[in-house]
Nanobody
Framework: QVQLVESGGGLVQPGGSLRLSCAASGIIVSSRPVDWYRQAPGLQREWIATMSDDIPMYAYSVKGRLTIARDNAKNTVYLQMNHLNPEDTAVYYC??????????WGQGTQVTVSS
């Protein structure tokens, strides 16, 4: 059974930072692509970052402010977010897929950027 559990969200002031975590079980994060998505109120879910084969990839809208990283020993993928602004307010989701194509999502973690 694959499970992805996000944590680390919360309320942060503009210009602040947060580190989100995606703890995985049933899947080895070092051998499968792991993605971060976010969904703001009233908008579609959007892809923001992927770690695949040790190669990080970012959406243009977040490049330079977000860093995706992996701790193989903890089977966890992180998303370090810096210089946050109100437009980053969203529910952030972790996503991965097995070699058979089955896709898995975490429950999401809320990030609110507000003064």
């Amino acid at each position: 059974q694959v499970q992805l559990v996000e944590s680390g969200g919360g309320l942060v002031q503009p210009g602040g930072s947060l580190r989100l975590s995606c703890a995985a079980s049933g899947i080895i994060v070092s051998s499968r692509p792991v993605d971060w998505y976010r969904q703001a109120p009233g908008l579609q879910r959007e892809w923001i970052a992927t770690m695949s084969d040790d190669i990080p990839m970012y959406a243009y809208s977040v490049k330079g402010r977000l860093t995706i990283a992996r701790d193989n020993a903890k089977n966890t993928v992180y998303l370090q977010m810096n210089h946050l602004n109100p437009e980053d307010t969203a529910v952030y989701y972790c996503h991965s897929r097995t070699v058979f194509g089955a896709q898995y999502w975490g429950q999401g973690t809320q990030v609110t950027v507000s003064s």
